[in-house]
């Protein structure tokens, strides 16, 4: 069979940062979904990669190292983008130095964020929810899932639309860098930068890609389970306008809601997208 034949989902999180599966559940699902490669891509975290390769081996399914980080873009009004990184050396010290500041800096706002439910009289054990979560990194959705466990909220949307987004008033932003520092360090660690999700994350304007790529930005996450057709076509036009490689996966975190299966598989994206990213890494 050709690679055209082969598919791979490149966005994929685990329960090392705010998805609900473990690494090697996430790589059995691949296997049964027929995926031939995944990416793991947690956010801020390359900690559950060495769990998800050793399962691949045994699985036959290719890991990518990846990550996903968090920036901050605009001047005036700051909106959170997100960048994808492939490749990346996982085992880099300056990477995981710079990630630690990351996972303390969301320690710190775990517990803001618990002061700020207290105050509206939702109080909740602060230590009980960074000691379950452990060495994972801690966001949002733990909290929603703490709010269900509590009998406060009956879904994740709910969570948000009521406490946890942006203007709800148990927000609290998370450390912040700009887009440039989030290409930078992926590029300092072996990685190649992507663009995550540019339609649903409202960054689908040219210009803003533009800057990026003077950035650094090596690609565009085209597929995604938010993108409609139309949409992908308009990323492939300008990802090959811009000479960025096309990517994509699921996004996935487990199973949420009235879901009653992952997504994992369901974003239909290309063994190519696989090569492409091999021939950047080895021009790297």
């Known amino acids: 069979m050709a690679s055209k034949d082969f598919f791979v989902d490149l966005h994929i999180h685990t329960n090392y940062s705010d998805g609900v599966f473990s690494p090697t559940e996430v790589v059995s699902y691949a296997s049964k979904t027929g995926l031939t490669a995944i990416a793991i891509t947690d956010h801020d975290t390359v900690d559950g990669i060495a769990e998800a390769m050793d399962a691949g081996k045994q699985s036959n399914i290719e890991v990518v190292s990846g990550i996903e980080l968090s920036a901050e873009y605009g001047?005036?009004?700051k909106t959170e983008m997100h960048i994808l990184g492939y490749y990346v050396d996982w085992?880099?010290?300056?990477?995981?130095?710079?990630?630690?500041?990351?996972?303390?800096?969301?320690?710190?706002?775990?517990?803001?964020?618990f002061s700020r439910l207290g105050k509206i009289g939702i109080n909740l054990n602060p230590e009980g929810l960074?000691?379950?979560?452990?060495?994972?990194?801690?966001?949002?959705?733990?909290?929603?899932?703490?709010?269900?466990?509590?009998?406060?909220?009956?879904?994740?949307?709910?969570a948000f639309?009521?406490?946890?987004?942006?203007?709800?008033?148990?927000?609290?932003?998370?450390?912040?860098?700009?887009?440039?520092q989030a290409i930078d360090?992926?590029?300092?660690?072996?990685?190649?930068?992507?663009?995550a999700h540019p339609y649903y994350g409202h960054y689908n304007n040219i210009d803003i890609i533009k800057g990026l790529v003077d950035d650094g930005l090596q690609g565009i996450e085209v597929w995604h389970n938010k993108h409609p057709e139309?949409?992908?076509?308009?990323?492939?036009?300008?990802?090959?306008e811009l000479n960025l490689i096309a990517t994509g996966g699921s996004d996935c975190h487990g199973i949420y809601g009235k879901q009653e299966t992952p997504l994992i598989g369901k974003v239909k994206v290309p063994y190519s997208v696989i090569?492409?990213?091999?021939?950047?890494?080895?021009?790297?």
Do not use: M, W
């Not at 360090?185 to 663009?195: A, C, T």
């Not at 090569?275 to 790297?284: C, F, G, H, P, R």
């Open 275 to 284: 090569e492409s990213l091999e021939k950047k890494k080895q021009e790297i």
């Open 91 to 113: 085992k880099s010290t300056k990477l995981k130095e710079t990630l630690d500041i990351f996972k303390n800096a969301r320690t710190e706002r775990a517990k803001e964020i």
């Open 75 to 77: 001047d005036a009004q």
């Open 185 to 195: 360090l992926i590029i300092d660690s072996g990685g190649i930068p992507v663009l």
């Open 161 to 180: 639309q009521k406490y946890l987004a942006t203007d709800q008033v148990a927000y609290v932003p998370k450390y912040s860098i700009t887009p440039k």
């Open 230 to 240: 139309h949409v992908v076509r308009k990323l492939l036009s300008i990802a090959d």
């Open 130 to 158: 960074i000691v379950c979560v452990g060495k994972k990194v801690i966001g949002r959705l733990h909290f929603a899932k703490v709010l269900i466990e509590n009998g406060i909220v009956a879904s994740v949307q709910e």
